[in-house]
T-cell receptor, first 112, second 119 residues
Framework: SQKIEQNSEALNIQEGKTATLTCNYT??????LQWYRQDPGRGPVFLLL?????KEKRKERLKVTFDTTLKQSLFHITASQPADSATYLC???????????FGKGTMLLVSP | GAVVSQHPSWVICKSGTSVKIECRSL??????MFWYRQFPKQSLMLMAT?????????EQGVEKDKFLINHASLTLSTLTVTSAHPEDSSFYIC???????????????FGPGTRLTVL
């Protein structure tokens, strides 16, 4: 069955450092992969989309890589700030459907 | 970006009663909306796809007679939890695909969610 795995343990880093979050998937051949941010008690907010033919995508302090051979995406936040503290969700297109399947998310805590 | 609203933001009800949750696209038309459920520390689970003017498509394991979906207009979809029980207590979130230049894109705009607590 199709699975998406994100590190369930919270990632604690210091302000100013680069945060790196991992998303691994199995039994998928997604055309694209997306990253969303979710704050407690709120709906997810779209951050970045990367397609299967793209190796890397950037948006301001955010960078996403997509390795279809390793079946892995890395999400980086450079110069992290306490306001970046949230849960980050990885989502993939569900094969054969125009819907998304989400990972459980990884909580990021940036301390001042 | 596009805005999706939900109402109410939270609701507490007694077991056996029905609860209606509204999802609105505020500045764009959404012929398709998605309804998700999220339990604490779990991922968003797609419950159903709501289609304007036609029946909703439910995911496997989701009871269509319990979770009634009505997509009566291009900006409103409603989810009614009928005969709610404590195990239905969860965070319900709707979303709509974004449209750019008249074409669907692959990203979704999410509502703020509705916290349902069934006593």
């Amino acid at each position: 069955s199709q699975k998406i795995e994100q590190n369930s343990e919270a990632l604690n880093i210091q302000e100013g450092k680069t945060a790196t979050l991992t998303c691994n998937y199995t039994n998928y051949s997604p055309a694209y992969l997306q990253w969303y941010r979710q704050d407690p008690g709120r709906g997810p907010v779209f951050l970045l989309l990367i397609r299967e033919n793209e190796k890397e995508k950037r948006k301001e302090r955010l960078k996403v890589t997509f390795d279809t051979t390793l079946k892995q995406s890395l999400f980086h936040i450079t110069a992290s700030q306490p306001a970046d503290s949230a849960t980050y969700l990885c989502a993939l297109e569900r094969s054969g459907y125009s819907t998304l399947t989400f990972g459980k998310g990884t909580m990021l805590l940036v301390s001042p | 970006g596009a805005v999706v609203s939900q109402h109410p933001s939270w609701v507490i009800c007694k077991s056996g009663t029905s609860v209606k949750i509204e999802c609105r696209s505020l500045d764009f038309q959404a012929t398709t909306m998605f309804w998700y459920r999220q339990f604490p520390k779990q991922s968003l689970m797609l419950m159903a796809t709501s289609n304007e003017g036609s029946k909703a498509t439910y995911e496997q394991g989701v009871e269509k007679d319990k979770f009634l979906i009505n997509h009566a207009s291009l900006t409103l979809s409603t989810l009614t939890v009928t005969s709610a029980h404590p195990e239905d207590s969860s965070f319900y979130i709707c979303s709509a695909p974004s449209i750019v230049s008249g074409s669907w894109t692959d990203t979704q705009y999410f509502g703020p969610g509705t916290r349902l607590t069934v006593l």
